[in-house]
């Protein structure tokens, strides 16, 4: 049963161009989602996160949208550069604090230069 | 700082064998997460580990257990292991205090190959 979808397993964007990455949850018992990054060889380090309490959260280049209604939340980066590379996961939580996060499968994006 | 470091980096067993991993966490860390990341998917949450405890559990069998030393290092221990539990087990640390998901800081894992 997964809770936490990402339906895109690639993504390959122009670099200086946006990247959009999406997730889908099931669960309307989550209340806190984030994202992490993940290069090869790393354990996943943390990026934007955003309550759902909030519609939006932005960060630099990162920006997190969430549909609650939808379920469904967003990841845009913009302009996007070759050090984002990565495998993106997104997560949820409970609650605000709770650190058993339940993660998606993961989109592989490629920033082509 | 170091980070979050685990060992072994790799590690390969036949089934029916056990297996323990080690985690040490970040500095000022007293939490430690342990999760397993099989081929194509996202991490699913094993337990965690704080006060030398396991707060809070995952849909893991009981083969999985784990503990937690007064230095806060953790180790995972998996018995009669069966050719699923091939995986990349990260470890994850942060501090109590906080309380944030946030100041999670993950470990570059431990690759296990069951054959």
């Known amino acids: 049963d997964q809770q936490v979808k990402q339906n895109s397993p690639s993504l390959s964007v122009q670099e200086g161009r946006i990247s959009i990455l999406n997730c889908d949850y099931t669960n309307s018992m989550f209340d806190y989602f984030l994202w992490y990054k993940k290069y090869p060889a790393e354990g996943p380090t943390f990026l934007i996160s955003i309550s759902s309490i909030k519609d939006k959260n932005e960060d630099g280049r990162f920006t997190v949208f969430l549909n609650k209604s939808a379920k469904h939340l967003s990841l845009h980066i913009v302009p996007s550069q070759p050090g984002d590379s990565a495998v993106y996961f997104c997560?949820?939580?409970?609650?605000?604090?709770?650190?058993?996060?339940?993660f998606g499968t993961g989109t592989r994006l490629t920033i082509i230069p | 700082d170091a980070g979050v470091t685990q060992s072994p980096t790799h590690l390969i067993k036949t089934r029916g064998q056990q297996v323990t991993l080690r985690c040490s966490p970040k500095s000022g860390h007293d939490t430690v997460s342990w999760y397993q990341q099989a081929l194509g998917q996202g991490p699913q949450f094993i337990f965690q580990?704080?006060?030398?405890?396991?707060?809070q559990r995952g849909n893991f069998p009981d083969r999985f257990s784990g503990h937690q030393f007064p230095n806060y290092s953790s180790e995972l221990n998996v018995n009669a292991l069966l050719l699923g539990d091939s995986a990349l087990y990260l470890c994850?640390?942060?501090?109590?205090?906080?309380?944030?998901?946030?100041?999670?800081?993950f470990g570059p894992g431990t690759r296990l190959l069951v054959l």
């Open positions: 997560a949820a939580a409970i609650d605000f604090g709770n650190e058993k996060l339940t």
């Open positions: 994850a640390s942060s501090p109590s205090v906080t309380g944030l998901q946030e100041t999670q800081y």
């Open positions: 580990y704080y006060e030398e405890e396991e707060r």
